[in-house]
């Protein structure tokens, strides 16, 4: 369970994908590939939705509200005395490293007009013609991706509310006896480079 707050109510809710995660640069974690294979990564790049688009103005999708004094949620949030259906993160193909149309497609969903021009206007950018923003995008990041000891042509780009991304040595297989909690990549390749962050100016 986890909190959500609008004014001085707490309402409880059970949706992982609805918390507030946050990651940071050099963040290890556990990640699912698209084989389905559990493997340690490394956090490259951190950024967030107003980075890379330009948004209706106005409240923000996914944020609460009061109304007549009432908290009003967004119909994905689910309460103790009305249960609701959660709605589940999109399953999202890999996105890789140099792909930004791809990246920018993690944050919007088709639009019920084929001919819808709102994002594209604000964004001056005719590929956005017939999409929208999606109503989950509050809070979220879009990392990058590095598996440790994997090239990197294997880097992606994800949403920080996917269904793939776990915490550290939770889902990863590793060895009980190893003292430290280093990442350590199943698979060698002796010419990868490191993945050691260390700087904003490292060729990653």
């Known amino acids: 369970f ?21 990651f940071y640069k050099g963040q290890w974690l556990d990640l699912r590939d698209t084989v389905n294979q559990w ?6 790049e951190v950024i967030v939705p107003d980075d890379i688009l330009v948004r209706k103005s ?3 999708a996914g944020t609460s509200t009061k109304v007549n004094g009432e908290c009003n949620f967004p119909s994905s949030t689910t309460t103790a005395s009305a249960p609701k259906r959660v709605k589940r993160p999109a399953m999202d193909p ?3 490293a140099n792909d930004h149309k791809g990246r920018l497609r ?3 969903e088709e639009s019920e007009e084929e001919s819808d021009r709102t994002l594209s206007e604000l964004n001056n950018n005719d590929d956005l013609i017939g999409w929208k923003e999606r109503d989950n995008n509050a809070n979220v990041q879009i990392l990058l991706v590095h598996y440790n000891g994997w090239p990197h042509r294997w880097d992606e ?3 920080s509310d996917s269904e793939r991304i776990r915490p550290f040595r939770t889902r990863s297989k590793h060895e009980p006896s190893r003292g430290f909690l280093s990442p350590s990549p199943d ?10 962050v ?3 100016d490292d060729n990653i």
């Open 2 to 22: 986890f909190m959500m707050e609008c004014g001085s109510n707490k309402i409880s809710a059970t949706a992982p994908f609805l918390a507030k995660r946050k």
């Open 39 to 44: 493997l340690e990564a490394t956090v490259v």
């Open 58 to 60: 106005g409240i923000t």
């Open 94 to 96: 890999a996105v890789g």
């Open 106 to 108: 993690l944050l919007l």
């Open 157 to 159: 780009w994800i949403r």
């Open 187 to 196: 698979a060698t390749f002796h010419s990868a480079p490191t993945t050691f």
């Open 198 to 200: 260390t700087s904003d």
